[in-house]
Each structure stands twice: as C-alpha cells, then as structure tokens.
C-alpha cells in the first residue's frame, strides 16, 4: 500500500509539472495576436501568463491526487489559483487542464485520458459550480455565454450542466464537453513534427485551429463576423507558415485589438497531452479502479 501510493504522489507531481510546463511552453512560442516573451497584448502580459502557470502547478497536482482518491471537488482548486495571483490569466486554460489532471491516474494513454476528462466533465456538481462562481466574481471575465434559457447567477447548476449550455457560444465548454477533439488534434500536430521544429509545430497547430475554429474569445468581443474573417485569414497561410506571414497576420490582428485567446487555450490544452504522453507511458498507476472517474 505504502508503494502504491509513494507511485501515485510521483505520478501526481510529474502531471503538475507537465501541464504548468504547458502553459508556459504555449505562451513562450510567439502566434499571431497572443502575449509572448516579444509582446503583450491588449488585457494579457506575458509575464501575467507564467505566473498564473507557476501558481496553478501545485492545484493541477492536487488535481490529480484527488483523481487518485475519487475526491468530488475540483473547482475550488481554480478558485485557489485565482486568489494566488493579481492578474490571473489563464482561465480557459486551466478549466481545460484541470480535468486532465483528474483524470491521470488510470489513465493507460491520451486518448484514454481526453475519454475520461470528458465524461468527468459532464459530471461536475453543484459544488464545483459553486466555486466556479466565486471566480467569476474574482476576475468578472466575459468567459461563459448566457442564454435565455439559463440565468447563470442561479446557485442551484452543476458545473457539468453550465458547461454543457455554454457549449453553443464558448469554444472551451465546448471542448471539454466533447472530450478534447481539438486537443488531440494539436497533440497529432506536434507528434508529427513536420514543421521541422516543436515552436515551428505549434505555430502551424495554432494557424490550423484557428482556420477550422473561429476563436472564442473574438467572437465574444467582437462578433461573429469579425472572427470568421480572422479564420479566413488563417487559412490562407502555409501549413507551415514561414516568419514573414506570422509576422503580417500578427500586425494585422494587434493593430485591431484582436487576440485569438480561446484558440491559445487548445494549444496549451493540446501541448499538455504532448507532455503527459510519456509519463502515461510508464505504467505507474494509482489506486483508482477500473474506468471510473468520479
């Protein structure tokens, strides 16, 4: 007993690293419109971004020993890493990665984790959504839609029932929902490596989601047909896209004060399958049985 536990606490502190990695490695690779080490961005700095990451590593580690103990409770964790930091700045991502490290232990490979992370998702109580309000009055974000149908300052939802809501006008509700398609798309992306480079690779995945998914957060701030355009101009783009074009589409998009964030929020989400990848390999697993997950 006292072996299989010491695993999970390694296993559990391997995941933390390798999805606040995420997050930083997102950030750090320069994409048309998103804050990186050469510029900030209209309400995102850089520096914001990794800190928000170093503070969410020890939640995403709790995360997943929770996962390990089929502890209910998960929001209070993003709730935790919001009341860490002055400038919180990775909500969509951290909503994404949070799952994931849920969902870790038992998990035998990424696909299996996204299957798990998804079905966790639709399973978030009313306890999650009661802290999950509490960080919306913390950072007051234009994160999740409204509906006529669902008036979200109610206090009686289930997280998993928002989520499903939201996923007619949020990108990110609509991933986790759906078990991380897009996710995986950007880990299949990286696997491949055909941009001859891991900054190269991520780049044509973020040009590539962009293309197929009119980001989230443009359409939120700046409408539909303002995010469609965007995407129409991604697509154009090599699938490889050389530095100059980067650099075109990025003055295009700061000069109108247009950040694709949802769309950096899969890439991170994406990177952090690509990080996790080896160490689902290595077949340390915990004491959570068969496929449950909550």
Not at 33 to 40: E, L, V
Not at 112 to 129: F, I, K, P
Request: proline share 5%; charged share 30%.
């Amino acid at each position: 007993m006292r072996g299989r536990l010491e695993a999970t606490s390694y296993l559990c502190r391997r995941v933390g690293l390798a999805l606040s990695t995420a997050s930083v490695l997102e950030a750090s690779v320069p994409k048309p419109g998103n804050a990186s080490p050469s510029q900030d961005v209209e309400g995102v700095r850089y520096t914001d971004v990794v800190l928000s990451a170093l503070v969410m590593e020890p939640k995403y580690r709790e995360a997943c020993l929770r996962g390990a103990r089929r502890s209910p409770t998960l929001m209070d964790l993003l709730h935790e890493g919001v009341k860490g930091t002055e400038r919180f700045s990775i909500l969509g991502t951290a909503l994404l990665l949070l799952p994931l490290a849920y969902s870790s232990p038992g998990s035998e490979d990424v696909r299996d984790l996204t299957m798990r992370a998804g079905q966790l998702v639709r399973t978030l109580s009313q306890e999650d959504w009661k802290w999950f309000r509490k960080v919306l009055l913390e950072i007051s974000p234009s994160y999740l839609g409204r509906e006529d149908r669902m008036d979200y300052r109610e206090e009686n939802l289930r997280m998993g029932e928002v989520l499903q809501w939201s996923t007619n006008v949020d990108e990110v509700s609509r991933e986790m929902v759906r078990g991380y398609p897009l996710s995986m798309e950007v880990y299949r992306i990286l696997k491949r490596g055909e941009c001859g480079s891991f900054v190269k690779d991520v780049q044509s995945a973020f040009i590539y989601l962009l293309s197929v998914e009119p980001d989230g957060l443009i359409v939120r701030k700046r409408g539909g047909r303002v995010a469609l355009q965007v995407s129409k101009m991604a697509s154009k783009l090599s699938k490889c896209p050389k530095d100059e074009e980067l650099e075109a589409f990025n003055s295009y998009l700061k000069e109108r004060g247009l950040n694709p964030g949802s769309t950096a929020d899969l890439i991170a989400s994406g990177i952090a399958l690509y990080e996790l990848e080896p160490i689902l390999d290595t077949n340390v697993r915990s004491t959570l049985p068969g496929r449950c997950d909550r």
